[in-house]
């Protein structure tokens, strides 16, 4: 094995020499991490208040209102199978401590990840500003 030390690398594109999933990252101390699994695979966040529009996103083709309260996020590509993790969060503009939860169950065929936005009360709301981030193996 060579090593290569720089300041900078420009590159298009890393690609792993031994497999799709072979680069790694040094982290703290000597521990290493996968690059492609400490990556997010898909995140949006949106204005389910008046308009539903996306407001940032990455690998998210749109979102669909499915009631107050109730997002549903659909993926431009899918993940690979129902083993990935999802976290959802919303603004608390609109008065009470407001959380994102995440709904339904995890589909290896699916495109889309339903979430709900609760009041600490448990009321279901439409918020100027809620997210979701997915981690886990694309498709």
Not at 1 to 6: K, Q, V
Request: glycine share 8%.
């Amino acid at each position: 094995m060579s090593t290569i030390n720089a300041t900078n690398i420009v590159a298009d594109a890393l690609v792993g020499n031994t497999s799709a999933n072979a680069i790694t990252v040094r982290g703290e101390g000597s521990a290493t991490t996968s690059l492609q699994q400490g990556l997010c695979k898909a995140f949006s966040t949106a204005d389910t208040s008046s308009s539903n529009t996306v407001v940032s996103s990455h690998n998210t083709a749109s979102i669909t209102d499915i009631n107050t309260g109730v997002i549903d996020t659909n993926f431009t590509s899918a993940m690979s199978n129902g083993d990935y993790h999802e976290q959802a969060i919303a603004d608390a503009s609109l008065g009470d401590y407001t959380i994102g939860n995440t709904t339904d169950v995890h589909s290896t065929a699916s495109k889309s990840r339903s979430y709900n936005v609760r009041r600490d009360n448990g009321a279901l709301l439409d918020e100027p500003k809620a997210g979701v981030s997915i981690f886990g193996d694309l498709a």
